[in-house]
Structures are given as structure tokens and as C-alpha cells.
């Protein structure tokens, strides 16, 4: 028979391990989508965008960005003119839409580290 304690360690390693790859999964998916709405003209925009992942004390933390001077001035200005699909909001509005399903990507993974 196998020590509880044991076992439990197992689980914790297993659920952070899942949880990491959830959210992971669930940056880069994010990163793709925001990427069919970002502003274009020659890519420099679209090309600067990063997902990471960080395993924590408490948990997993993403963050999605893009990393040009004018990323912030192009993701909040809803006045500038964009090609058709392309718009201000182009990672705001994906993580609204598409939260619902991160959060159950993220809780499926981990439920199936556990089955």
C-alpha cells in the first residue's frame, strides 16, 4: 500500500503540471486569435507578440502582450482606420469572448491529469 502522503504529492504534481500546460495552451490560443484582429501593415505589430506561462506558489499565471512603442496606442484607439477584420480592442476583446472556454480548458486538463 502506498503512503498517502505519498499519493498526494503525486496529485499536487500532477494538477500544477496540468494547470501550467492549461494555461499555456490557453496564452498561445489566445495569441493566435488576437492576431487575426490586430491592426496590419508590415507584421512588425503582429510579429512582436509573446505568450508565457510561469508556474507559481499558488498557481499558473499567463500573460498575452505585444511589445512594439505603439501597441497600447493601437490596441485602445478605436478611432484609426483598419483593414476589414482588423481593429482597436484585438486582445481585449478575444479574452472576453473566448474566457468561458480558457477556464474549461484549463479545468479539462487538469481533470485529465486526475482520471
Known amino acids: 500500500m502506498q503512503d498517502f502522503g505519498k499519493v498526494l504529492a503525486q496529485a499536487e504534481q500532477a ?3 496540468a494547470m501550467v500546460q492549461g494555461v499555456h ?9 488576437s492576431r487575426d ?5 508590415q507584421g512588425d505589430l503582429s510579429n512582436s507578440g509573446l505568450a508565457s506561462t510561469e508556474s507559481t506558489s499558488t498557481g499558473a499565471h499567463g ?3 505585444y511589445d512594439t512603442p505603439y501597441a497600447v496606442v493601437q490596441h485602445e ?3 484609426f482606420r483598419h483593414q476589414d477584420g482588423r481593429k482597436a480592442h484585438f ?11 480558457y477556464l474549461q480548458h484549463i479545468a479539462g486538463t487538469i481533470g485529465d491529469a486526475l482520471s
Open 15 to 17: 494538477i500544477r503540471a
Open 25 to 33: 495552451e490557453s496564452c498561445e490560443d489566445l495569441l493566435s486569435v
Open 37 to 41: 484582429e490586430i491592426p496590419y501593415d
Open 63 to 65: 500573460a498575452v502582450g
Open 77 to 79: 484607439a478605436v478611432d
Open 91 to 101: 486582445l481585449g476583446d478575444p479574452l472576453r469572448e473566448y474566457a468561458d472556454r
